[in-house]
T-cell receptor
Framework: AQRVTQPEKLLSVFKGAPVELKCNYS??????LFWYVQYSRQRLQLLLR??SRESIKGFTADLNKGETSFHLKKPFAQEEDSAMYYC???????????FGTGTRLLVSP | KAGVTQTPRYLIKTRGQQVTLSCSPI?????VSWYQQTPGQGLQFLFE???????NKGNFPGRFSGRQFSNSRSEMNVSTLELGDSALYLC????????????FGPGTRLTVT
């Protein structure tokens, strides 16, 4: 079964520092990968998906098939980036989203 | 467009009772998925409904059930509540079936005492 692993429960950085939230997936084919974000007291929302190769709020994520990774990056963290970030993948047959356990990003002033 | 709405937002029940949660998808969306979110297990898929049919089901006991109406609104029911059912229950809607580009509701916080 498809699985995504987010090894860090908490990532704490200072404002202006680079951020990399790690995500590794287990899937032998071409995965569909997403990053979702949940800000405090807000609903879970889609941040970006690998297929669109877009940059949202300064975040980017590149699919690395060799390392089976889809790390989320931002060159300069802002305090408003503090949130819970979830990596997710669609399982075989695109029937459901499988989420990682999430990483809490804390950006301090 | 109005977002996904869930009612009620908070619920307190006692063990053994049953509960029904409701989800109204974004207008035009025909697929509704349900997830359970807990600190220990994270986000876990419960089931998905599309065009009033359960399309997929996660690894939850039969006490968890759901349905979808012709207007795409969905309900989930949990019978014989257990303490471990305390969680945030999220509903997500999408245009078509499967998990692609889902929009989440604010969730229903269920506390079982």
């Amino acid at each position: 079964a498809q699985r995504v692993t987010q090894p860090e429960k908490l990532l704490s950085v200072f404002k202006g520092a680079p951020v990399e939230l790690k995500c590794n997936y287990s899937y032998s084919g071409s995965p569909e990968l997403f990053w979702y974000v949940q800000y405090s007291r807000q609903r879970l929302q889609l941040l970006l998906r690998h297929i669109s190769r877009e940059s949202i709020k300064g975040f980017t994520a590149d699919l690395n098939k060799g390392e089976t990774s889809f790390h989320l990056k931002k060159p300069f963290a802002q305090e408003e980036d503090s949130a819970m970030y979830y990596c997710a993948t669609l399982n075989t047959g695109f029937q459901k989203l499988v989420f990682g356990t999430g990483t809490r990003l804390l950006v301090s002033p | 467009k109005a977002g996904v709405t869930q009612t009620p937002r908070y619920l307190i029940k006692t063990r053994g009772q049953q509960v029904t949660l409701s989800c109204s998808p974004i207008s035009g969306h025909r697929s509704v998925s349900w997830y359970q979110q807990t600190p220990g297990q994270g986000l876990q898929f419960l089931f998905e409904y599309f065009s009033e049919t359960q399309r997929n089901k996660g690894n939850f006991p039969g006490r968890f059930s759901g349905r979808q109406f012709s207007n795409s609104r969905s309900e989930m029911n949990v019978s014989t509540l257990e303490l471990g059912d305390s969680a945030l229950y999220l509903c997500a809607s999408s245009l078509g079936p499967g998990g692609y580009e889902q929009y989440f509701g604010p969730g229903t916080r269920l506390t079982v005492t």
